[in-house]
Nanobody, 115 residues
Framework: QVQLVESGGGLVQPGGSLRLSCVAS????????MGWYRQGPGKQREMVAS???????DYIDSVKGRFTISKGSAHNTVYLQMNSLEPEDTAVYYC?????????WGQGTQVTVSS
């Protein structure tokens, strides 16, 4: 059984920074695809950033230049560094792992950007 646990969310003022972490446990393969999604109030869930095992990175346009996705030294940890946060970034952020056709989700962590 694969489990994903996120941490690092919270309340931050506009222009501030947060770093989200996601640790995957269970049977994790090095050949995987990990990413961060978010779902804002009244909105659909959207992909924010993704990272393949080969190092290919993709971001949604609205976060380019502000967010950075990276992996830890082990292949089961992924981070999302979020800088210059805006109120529009307020959402529940979810970690996602995709391997061998199976998809897994974390429980989500709330990020609120407000003055």
């Amino acid at each position: 059984q694969v489990q994903l646990v996120e941490s690092g969310g919270g309340l931050v003022q506009p222009g501030g920074s947060l770093r989200l972490s996601c640790v995957a446990s269970g049977r994790i393969f090095s050949n995987n695809f990990m990413g961060w999604y978010r779902q804002g109030p009244g909105k659909q869930r959207e992909m924010v950033a993704s990272l393949t095992s080969r190092g290919t990175i993709d971001y949604i346009d609205s976060v380019k230049g502000r967010f950075t996705i990276s992996k830890g030294s082990a292949h089961n940890t992924v981070y999302l560094q979020m800088n210059s946060l805006e109120p529009e970034d307020t959402a529940v952020y979810y970690c996602n792992l995709n391997q061998w056709g199976s998809q897994y989700w974390g429980q989500g962590t709330q990020v609120t950007v407000s003055s």
